[in-house]
């Protein structure tokens, strides 16, 4: 899965706890990005980062936050405030700051059940 | 803004038979287009892109996709089809001054024996 790695690969969580999907990376890319799949919706985007220290809410960012210290991580947290979060979570990451050509390179993914 | 379409949830096709896979697309400006392919409890696997040029693109596991400006798509083909492509595509599309591309929501494709 092109050098980002998940973990972990299945995750369980009980109500009203939070919970931290590690992502890292070791393309040396500028850019990386969360996505929530859900059957039938196609990826809908959670946060994005450009940058260390920077980040961007996505279209479905309500109960998620993220941190970016490092170039090459990007840990995203599920808040207990986030009401179904049973998914699998990709993240991804591409090489340019602002380059519309870049291809995105996913990870294997996690899969999040709320017990 | 930049929109994506697979109007197919699901694509049906014999081992061996040609298979086409829909897509398309509505951008302010020139389009940059990617198809990527998801197998099982997997991330997604980058296929081919278009960004500008030669209409016809050449991509992975021999699958190519064509360019139609006219019609604003941008199909996803493979001559003669295998069971082990039996998987999820997805389209996305990035518009210029955009680096957050717009994913579609994905075809599964089936290929019988």
């Known amino acids: 899965d092109g050098g980002i790695t998940q973990s972990p690969k299945y995750l369980f969580r009980k109500e009203g706890q939070n919970v931290t999907l590690s992502c890292e990376q070791n393309?040396?890319?500028?850019?990386m990005y969360w996505y929530r799949q859900d059957p039938g919706q196609g990826l809908r985007l959670i946060y994005y980062?450009?940058?260390?220290?920077?980040?961007q809410k996505g279209d479905i960012a309500e109960g998620y936050s993220v941190s970016r210290e490092k170039k090459e991580s990007f840990p995203l947290t599920v808040t207990s405030a986030q009401k179904n979060p049973t998914a699998f979570y990709l993240c991804?990451?591409?090489?340019?700051?602002?380059?519309?050509?870049?291809?995105?390179?996913f990870g294997p993914g996690t899969r999040l059940t709320v017990l | 803004a930049q929109s994506v379409a697979q109007p197919e949830d699901q694509v049906n096709v014999a081992e061996g038979n040609p298979l086409t896979v829909k897509c398309t697309y509505s951008?302010?400006?020139?389009?940059?287009l990617f198809w990527y392919v998801q197998y099982p409890n997997r991330g997604l696997q980058f296929l081919l892109k278009?960004?500008?040029?030669?209409?016809l693109v050449k991509g992975s596991y021999g699958f190519e996709a064509e360019f139609n400006k006219s019609q604003t798509s941008f199909h996803l083909k493979k001559p003669s089809a295998l069971v082990s492509d039996s998987a999820l595509y997805f389209c996305?599309?990035?518009?210029?001054?955009?680096?957050?591309?717009?994913f579609g929501r994905g075809t599964s494709l089936i290929v019988h024996p």
């Open positions: 393309l040396n890319h500028d850019a």
């Open positions: 951008v302010s400006g020139n389009p940059y």
């Open positions: 991804a990451s591409s090489s340019e700051l602002a380059g519309n050509t870049d291809t995105q390179y």
């Open positions: 278009y960004i500008t040029g030669d209409n």
């Open positions: 996305a599309v990035r518009e210029g001054g955009s680096y957050i591309p717009t």
């Open positions: 980062s450009q940058i260390v220290n920077d980040f």
